[in-house]
């Protein structure tokens, strides 16, 4: 019988116990790699807080503190799967690394700069490889992005039997396995059933050519330059603006305000925060 003894043969068996996204499993195993790389040695002896200590220090200098403390989370619960087998010690969390992750201003695009990239999709002629009409599947997509907030594999997985007849659509994340519910707009409803096929938004191409021919339309677009992300960060901003934070958070499926507040563009949503009474003076000035 096979007895894994490296760190990388562990984090094989550790992942075995744990249903997570094959992404997420390629990343944990880099991390291991890297960790054993950088200590020199690929036993689960590598693992004290001195060597996790400087090894998330040398990372410092080259990624963002958010993602070294990603790091720090992923190798520190892997350091305790090793402990309850008995091959390391129980890891002490005080004495290790935790960076500071300063908050960040989230941007995002404004109902006009919407409205622009709509312009130009409709304004798209071709086709895609499958022989879908580029204007429609572009028209589509951005209003069901724009009104969901979708993640973008949501968002190819969106199923026309998931269209409710009041128009709300169902989707389930790929991501946490939260199921949302969303009110599309009559346009936008229309605009999957013109693409006429059991999933509408389905890409036909690998995702770095999404990137490509998404890059392609905000130029044409003439607004800022931002990703899909940005329509999701607008779709969740919008709606904190008029309903709340909570439900900003519901509607991109966060199950936190800390999460969602990490990701929506307080700009948008300035108007709406609670301010004191107004304090006047009715004989002016002193």
Known sequence: MFRPTTTTELA????CERDVAAAYATGFRHKVRQFASWVGFDTPAAFTEDNLNGFLSSLRS???PATVKNYRGDLVVFWRWLADRDLAEYPRGRRILRPHVPATVPDC???DEI??????AQGLTGQLVD???????WTAAILVGYETGL???DVWAVRRDGILADGRLVTVSRKTGRRTVHQLSAAAVEALRRLDR????????NQRRWGVHFDRLVVAAKVRRGTWKWLRRTSGSYVAAQYGEAAGAEHLGHSSLATFRRYYDGNLVAASRPTP???TCADGPA
């Open 151 to 153: 993640r973008r594999a």
């Open 62 to 64: 080259t990624l963002r």
């Open 198 to 205: 059991p999933m509408p938004l389905q890409w036909p191409y």
């Open 109 to 111: 695009w404004t109902l």
């Open 131 to 137: 022989g879908t009409d580029r204007a429609a599947y």
């Open 115 to 120: 409205r622009d990239l709509l312009r130009a």
């Open 12 to 15: 094989d068996q550790y992942l």
């Open 277 to 279: 009474p107004a304090i």
